[in-house]
C-alpha cells in the first residue's frame, strides 16, 4: 500500500468526541521522552486532534485549537428540514445528505483553524480516515485538502450530513474503523490511544437502545483490529488511561484532565515503546544488510561471468 522508507514510530488516534484529545496526552508524553511521533493517523474527533498535532507546533499549541474547535455549539444549530424529511420518506422526501444537525458552524471552524492546508505539505506525515457512504469501505486520505478530509471524517450519520470529497460522499471514520491501527502498517512501532464508546445503562428510549448497540458495534471492532495488527507481526503499543469520572461528550472543561491521564498512561508504557523501537530498528538494519548483500552478489555476477 505504502512504498517508501518506514517511519520509525507513529501515533494512531482513534474515535470519541471529546476524549480523543487524549491523544495530544500521548504525544506530549512521548516527545518528553524524545520519542516524536513522524506519522499521525486519525478518525473523526481524533483527526481533528491529531490534525492540531501534525502542525508541529507543539502539544500546547494543539490544546487551544482544540478548545476552540471542539464546544456544544457545533451541534446546537439544528436543520428544520429534518423531521419532515424524515415523516414524509416514503413520499420522496429524505436523501443521501440527510442530517439532524447544520454542519455550517464545526465546518468555518475547521476552515478557520486549518485554512488551505494540504495533508500531504504538513510537518509531521498525517492520514485522515473515513467512511464511503455507498460502499462503507474505509477511505483513507493522505493528500488533498485538510478540511475536507477532516469535515468528511467527522460527518457523524444523522448527525450531520455526508462530506463529498473527490466527487464522492463519505462520512465518519467511526462507522468503518474507530482505531484505524492498520492504515499504520508502514511504521516500525505504532503507538495507539483508543477508547471504548461508553454503553447506556438504562434503557428507555429507542435512541438509547441505538446507542448501545452502536457503542457495543464499535468497541468490538476497534478491539478486533488490535488484534488483527498484532497477528500481523505489527508492533503496537495500546495506551489504556484509568479516569476516574465520566466525560460528557462536549465536557470541553475536562480537556486539561483527559490530556493529564493519557500523558501518565504513556510515560507507564515508554519502556515498552523504547523496547519495540529498539527492535524494529535491529531488524530494519539486518534487512537493509540483507538486500545490500543480495544486490552486492547479483553486480559481482557478470564479472564472474567473464573470468570464465
Not at 481533528?48 to 507546533?57: D, Q, T
Not at 488483527?228 to 484509568?242: C, D, E, N, Q, W
Request: aromatic fraction near 8%.
Amino acid at each position: 500500500m505504502f512504498k517508501h522508507k518506514p517511519y520509525k514510530l507513529a501515533l494512531v488516534i482513534g474515535s470519541g468526541g471529546i476524549r480523543s484529545i487524549v491523544g495530544v496526552g500521548v504525544f506530549q508524553a512521548l516527545t518528553e521522552a524524545g520519542l516524536e511521533p513522524d506519522l499521525i493517523v486519525g478518525c473523526s474527533a481524533g483527526a481533528l486532534f491529531g490534525a492540531a498535532l501534525a502542525e508541529g507546533n507543539g502539544s500546547s499549541a494543539a490544546l487551544r485549537k482544540a478548545e476552540k474547535l471542539w464546544t456544544a455549539e457545533v451541534t446546537q444549530v439544528t436543520r428544520w428540514s429534518a423531521m419532515p424529511a424524515l415523516f414524509l420518506s416514503k413520499f420522496g422526501f429524505f436523501k443521501e445528505d440527510f442530517s439532524f444537525k447544520d454542519y455550517r458552524v464545526i465546518a468555518d471552524r475547521i476552515t478557520k483553524a486549518f485554512g488551505d492546508t494540504q495533508i500531504q505539505d504538513m510537518p509531521v506525515a498525517m492520514r485522515v480516515t473515513a467512511t464511503h457512504a455507498a460502499s462503507g469501505r474505509r477511505v483513507v486520505l493522505d493528500k488533498g485538502s485538510l478540511v475536507d478530509a477532516l469535515c468528511a471524517s467527522s460527518s457523524i450519520p444523522f448527525v450531520f450530513p455526508p462530506h463529498k470529497v473527490n466527487g464522492q460522499f463519505l462520512m465518519d471514520g467511526v462507522v468503518s474503523d474507530p482505531l484505524p491501527v492498520m492504515v499504520a502498517s508502514d511504521a516500525q512501532t505504532v503507538v495507539t490511544i483508543g477508547l471504548d464508546s461508553m454503553m447506556p445503562r438504562l434503557i428507555n428510549s429507542p435512541l438509547k437502545m441505538f446507542n448501545r448497540i452502536f457503542a457495543a458495534t464499535t468497541n468490538n471492532l476497534m478491539h478486533s483490529q488490535l488484534e488483527l495488527a498484532r497477528a500481523s507481526g505489527m508492533r503496537v503499543v495500546h495506551i489504556t488511561p484509568k479516569f476516574t469520572r465520566h466525560v460528557r461528550i462536549f465536557e470541553t472543561a475536562a480537556m486539561t484532565y483527559l490530556v493529564e491521564e493519557a500523558r501518565r498512561a504513556t510515560q507507564d508504557a515508554l519502556d515498552e515503546i523504547r523496547q519495540h523501537m529498539e527492535e524494529a530498528q535491529a531488524d530494519f538494519s539486518h534487512q537493509q544488510a540483507d538486500h545490500l548483500a543480495v544486490v552486492q552478489k547479483r553486480s559481482a555476477a557478470p564479472h564472474l561471468m567473464h573470468a570464465h
